[in-house]
């Protein structure tokens, strides 16, 4: 498996009638010359703004078919860029064909718990995107409700920055603005409601919007992944310390314990280091799901 950083981008696979239009960190995008998108979700995995030389194994089949669930189950709040799963052979099972959206140029982001970058924030402020929270919050504590906390949409290898909902409206527009904070929170209830009951707390999410070719709002790019959410385990949860979770924390804690410095190149991970962190992916979608995978 060779290797390539946050500046680097590894070559996409050739799919006999799709033209390759672009590769992001982890997804490749094709086109067959209509309005339709082939969105590809390889088993690349990154870290700290880097793309790390090791994948994970059907890190990108999971990651495709999680969120199949989730659109489905979300569709009657808002609809989807979704037209079909049914693809070429050689991305059986990564990829679906999607309708282009005109995307927002920011990151949605829900959040009901604080930990991360919002914990701190928190610490400077006691509050978060300029919503003003309850003192003596904890690391993993939970929020009086949930957040909208938006972000930059950072180029490859920068990072998202967190931005207040003023700021938010200036990029977007006013109207948009308040009506992506009230979808991204009702999706983020509702899901968060039907993972708790699974046993499974979903700590916070981001969401990506576009305007479909009606001008209408449209959930698009994945949903409620290890990848763009925070998953954690209800019964080990306790607010206080870092909490036991379904996403890449694993990998990320043992990047940080390895003594790369985060600049250069990334190391190769250990199977150890991915074992454990495909299981932890697998474990997620059957947990969510209600499916072996």
Not at 60 to 81: C, R
Not at 156 to 165: A, E, L
Not at 176 to 191: G, I, N, P, Q
Request: with cysteine; hydrophobic share 40%; charged share 25%.
């Amino acid at each position: 498996m060779s290797g390539f950083g946050a500046a680097g981008a590894p070559p996409a696979p050739f799919i006999d009638g799709w033209k390759h239009l672009r590769t992001g960190k982890v997804r490749d995008l094709y086109t067959n010359g209509s309005d339709e998108i082939l969105l590809v979700a390889s088993d690349r995995i990154s870290a700290f703004d880097w793309v790390l030389p090791t994948t994970i194994p059907n890190k990108g089949a999971i990651l495709t078919q999680l969120s199949l669930f989730w659109f489905e189950l979300l569709e009657d709040i808002l609809p989807n860029h979704i037209i079909s799963d049914e693809v070429p052979a050689a991305v059986a099972d990564r990829a679906v064909i999607v309708a282009p959206l005109q995307m927002f140029a920011i990151e949605c982001v829900a959040r009901g718990y604080l930990t991360g970058s919002g914990l701190t924030e928190y610490k400077q402020s006691q509050s978060l995107c300029r919503n003003p929270l309850p003192a003596g919050l904890l690391d993993g504590s939970e929020l009086p409700e949930s957040i909208f906390t938006p972000a930059t949409k950072a180029e490859v290898g920068d990072h998202d920055i967190n931005i207040d909902f003023e700021s938010a409206a200036k990029i977007v527009g006013e109207e948009e603005a308040h009506e992506l904070k009230r979808v991204t929170l009702k999706l983020y209830d509702t899901a968060a409601e039907f993972a708790r009951e699974r046993g499974i707390i979903l700590a916070d999410t981001k969401f990506e919007f576009g305007l479909d070719s009606q001008g209408l709002i449209t959930l698009g790019d994945e949903a409620l992944t290890p990848d763009s959410s925070r998953f954690w385990e209800l019964d080990s949860w306790s607010p206080g310390k870092q909490q036991p979770s379904f996403d890449k924390q694993f990998l990320r804690d043992w990047l940080t314990q390895s003594g790369w410095d985060k600049k250069s190149p990334p190391p190769e991970l250990p199977d150890e280091i991915v074992e454990k962190t495909a299981q932890r992916y697998e474990e997620a979608f059957e947990r969510l799901t209600g499916n072996k995978f």
